[in-house]
């Protein structure tokens, strides 16, 4: 999913440049906290350029090359997946594209450097030498061997020249080193051979429900060798809303790596087709499916009419233009993204990126506030405390209508938090269920890191031996299992890590898991009390057991207990927390449980 670029603004000399450049893109423009007038700030430049790169935001900084390259440079892997990264001088004179040059930035480069009067200086061997960039094909087409655009350009650059073969999509050249074969057949490639698909057909296809993904793949491969056609020159997989949920269909739109897309029953029933049918009208409320939903997707005609199998049908359309948007509805998607206890270096870059592909963010208010300038200008639901059933159904009746929505939940969202909520909600059958539409989305869970991780590193290494979690919340759980796993925890000599420790209301608890704990271990066994982890008003302090106040702890603390062999050590920046495993009575010959 391309992302909105972000203008990135550090001080007053270079703002007329990047509000000049925002307007000319149409995309949000972020600026240094208290150097700069900008509507979205922030207080870090290298952590918020890092935050947005790992989000795969494409980034436009006004600013020194150095700073941008020493932002992102621990965080380069494959340049064929991050986002551009773009340097402008603060005057707009000069453009300089970073990274991803063959993923937009060049390109990106040159609006710049034209919006502003500027140079684009692109260093892109083929860009510089030939002006063009074999692995970035037009809209609509695609390259089916994109491996081989190496040794292609490297020939060209030196001195070969390029035998076209189909429509001539650059201008190169002409000779023999190398041919550029534009087709819709499939045909192989080649370190002299660069295959392109213009993306002209769309597939329609239907099944029964909990149809073998592998008798849909068939069926459709058999539809694709009648028409001769390849693959990879489908631009779509398309179908009737209802059959968003089938893993048919999602396994087919991921094998094709294209995207799948969905009509409801009486937008395919407008359509005319060559085989309609009385008995699918009656099933799900349209004549057709396979034709209909191809013919929907790009118009044309039906170049192979519906194929049937025992439970799958499948149809192909041909448009007489490469289709370069798509109509229909997304499948939704509901992200549940577990943020970490509250910085953004706590954030992992899959959770970032999640929240920035999401069309709409839904949480606990303070929660989507800890997100910064990554949730500006996104649209948000925020619920108070108290409202996670209704925060996790709106979410999921979001993403029913064809919404990509994220779930901000603070440290890991499966941890005492909305990911089980989620679940529970989709698995209900009564009047409180959901709609069927907000069943059929997509579900994606990503790990945080949880208040329990982040205290324990915060400590040193108390959860080096076994360990476990108990919330003492009652809200949800009757008291009386609380008691019982506080009694079994304590008898197994666990240490324990307690959510939810305290509330106005319920104040006892707490004070009788102590006196719980204190039957089965020593009174000055350790205890971590982590409050705000990871926030400007992070406090962290140690306490014996037998002197744990419940006055000093609040709905924000962790308490870390150890068992009866966790220590304190003091080092040179003091006290820490470990619980040994055994490895030392190991070395020596002692016995380890």
């Known amino acids: 999913m391309a992302l909105t670029p972000i203008v990135l603004c550090l001080n007053s000399a270079g703002e007329d440049t990047a509000r000049r450049v925002a307007e000319a893109l149409d995309c949000p423009l972020h600026g240094r906290a208290d150097r700069t007038g900008a509507d979205v700030t922030f207080p870090d430049a290298l952590i918020h350029i890092r935050d947005l790169f790992a989000a795969g935001h494409p980034i436009i900084g006004i600013c020194a090359s150095g700073i941008l390259i020493r932002a992102v440079a621990p965080m380069l892997v494959d340049k064929t997946t991050e986002p551009p990264v773009i340097s402008v001088a603060d005057d707009g004179r000069v453009v300089v594209p970073l990274l991803g040059g063959h993923r937009g930035a060049n390109r990106l480069a040159r609006t710049v450097a034209d919006a502003l009067g500027g140079v684009a200086a692109v260093t892109t061997a083929g860009d510089v030498a030939l002006g063009v960039a074999l692995d970035e094909p037009p809209a609509g087409y695609v390259l089916a061997n994109p491996e081989d655009a190496k040794p292609v350009m490297a020939a060209l650059l030196s001195g070969g020249g390029a035998r076209m073969t189909g429509e001539a999509l650059f201008d190169l050249p002409r000779g023999d080193a190398v041919e550029i074969a534009v087709t819709e057949t499939a045909e192989p490639g080649g370190s002299a051979r660069l295959v392109y698909h213009p993306l002209r057909h769309t597939l329609g296809v239907g099944c029964a429900r909990d149809a073998d993904p592998a008798e849909l793949w068939e069926n459709v491969q058999a539809v694709l060798a009648e028409a001769g056609i390849a693959p990879g020159a489908v631009s779509s997989v398309n179908t009737l809303d209802l059959k968003l949920d089938e893993p048919a269909m999602n396994a087919l739109a991921a094998r094709l790596d294209r995207p799948l897309r969905a009509f409801a029953a009486d937008e395919l029933a407008r359509i005319e087709v060559p085989n309609p049918s009385d008995v699918v009208r009656a099933e799900v409320g349209t004549p057709s499916v396979a034709e209909a939903a191809a013919l929907a997707a790009g118009g044309g005609e039906i170049v192979v009419a519906k194929r049937k199998t025992a439970n799958t049908t499948a149809a192909l359309a041909c448009a007489a233009d490469p289709v370069t948007s798509h109509k229909g509805r997304p499948r939704g998607r509901v992200s549940i993204v577990g943020i970490g206890p509250g910085q953004s270096g706590w954030r992992t870059p899959e959770a970032s990126r999640l929240i920035a592909e999401a069309e709409e963010l839904v949480g606990y208010g303070l929660y989507i506030d800890l997100l910064g300038p ?57 009047d409180s269920a959901v709609t069927d539409a907000a069943r059929r989305v997509e579900i994606v869970c990503t790990p945080g890191v949880s208040a329990l991780q ?46 939810n420790p305290v509330s106005k209301r319920r104040r006892d608890l707490l004070p009788m898991a102590r006196d719980i704990l204190l039957e089965h271990r020593p009174h000055d066994t350790p205890v971590l009390l982590a409050t705000s982890l990871g926030r400007p008003e992070e406090h962290l302090r140690y306490r014996s057991l037998d002197a744990v106040d419940v006055d000093e702890i609040d709905m924000m603390t962790v308490v870390l207990v150890g068992s009866s062999n966790t220590r304190l050590v003091r080092t040179g920046d003091g006290k820490r927390m470990f619980t040994p495993r055994g490895y030392a009575r190991k070395m020596t010959g002692g016995d380890l449980a």
């Open 374 to 430: 990554l949730a500006a200008g996104k649209p948000r639901a925020d619920f108070p405390l108290g409202g996670e059933e209704a925060r996790c159904r709106h979410a999921l009746e979001r993403a029913g209508e064809g919404q990509n929505v994220a779930l901000i939940c603070s440290g890991d969202a499966g941890i005492y938090a909305m990911g089980a909520l989620v679940f529970e909600l989709m698995a209900r059958t009564d």
């Open 454 to 499: 982040a205290a324990a590193a915060r400590a040193g290494a108390p959860l080096g031996h076994d360990f476990c979690a108990i919330s003492l919340s009652d809200l949800l759980t009757p008291r009386e299992d609380i008691v019982r796993r506080l009694r079994a925890a304590a008898e197994g000599d666990f240490v324990i890590a307690f959510y």
